[in-house]
């Protein structure tokens, strides 16, 4: 079945440090990849999003590109910020199969000042 | 605007209690969906709801039971709660197919 591997956290970096994390995943034909963002205390945020190979989605100073042949969705940011500290969660709805969103296991970020 | 909303935010129950979380949207969205998240697990589909009047199981629907009322509203049911349906639970919604979608802020739920 559908599935999405993550790096498992937790990430500690220093302010202005560059921060990758992986994410791999497992589907028949194009899904649609999903990045999403879990500040503490609160619910699941959209980060960013490609619907095809090669698309590269971007928000906040966050990017992702979805590479078809390596099966990758990896998120970047240049220089975090103390404010970037959350849980990011990687995922993917199936080619033609809805809305059904599956989740990776998610990657604690904690940037120290 | 408010997106999604849910209530209660904290709960703690005794095992074999019932309790019905609620959920409600305002985007006119079709898809409604529940989510519980369990430390490492990420988020698992308990159960989920593709139009006004349909509900499907998702991953881990055992013990739980839904209602879809309304466009609107889609509530999560535990008839008897057990100390294994100690989570977080997250209610979304979405648009069109493929379309991301939309939390709500969560509840917290204990069973003692």
């Known amino acids: 079945g559908d599935s999405v591997t993550q790096m498992e956290g937790p990430v500690t970096l220093s302010e202005e440090a560059f921060l990758t994390i992986n994410c791999t995943y497992t589907?028949?034909?194009?899904?649609?990849l999903f990045w999403y963002v879990q500040y503490p205390g609160e619910g699941l945020q959209l980060l960013l999003k490609?619907?095809?190979?090669?698309d590269k989605g971007s928000n906040k100073g966050f990017e992702a590109t979805y590479r078809k042949e390596t099966t990758s969705f990896h998120l970047e940011k240049g220089s975090v910020q103390v404010s970037d500290s959350a849980v990011y969660f990687c995922?993917?709805?199936?080619?033609?199969?809805?809305?059904?969103?599956?989740f990776g296991g998610g990657t604690r970020v904690l940037v120290k000042p | 605007n408010a997106g999604v909303t849910q209530t209660p935010k904290f709960q703690v129950l005794k095992t074999g209690q019932s309790m019905t979380l609620q959920c409600a949207q305002d985007?006119?969205?079709?898809?409604m969906y529940w989510y519980r998240q369990d430390p490492g697990m990420g988020l698992r589909l308990i159960y989920y709801?593709?139009?006004?009047?349909?509900?499907d199981k998702g991953e881990v629907p055992n013990g739980y039971n839904v209602s879809r009322l309304n466009k609107r509203e889609f509530s999560l049911r535990l008839e008897s709660a057990a100390p294994s349906q100690t989570s977080v639970y997250f209610c979304?919604?979405?648009?069109?197919?493929?379309?991301?979608?939309?939390f709500g802020p969560g509840t917290r739920l204990t069973v003692l």
């Open positions: 979304a919604s979405s648009g069109l197919a493929g379309v991301a979608q939309f």
């Open positions: 589907a028949t034909g194009y899904p649609s």
């Open positions: 490609a619907t095809k190979a090669d």
């Open positions: 995922a993917l709805i199936p080619w033609a199969a809805g809305n059904k969103l599956t």
């Open positions: 985007m006119n969205h079709n898809s």
């Open positions: 709801s593709a139009s006004e009047g349909t509900t």
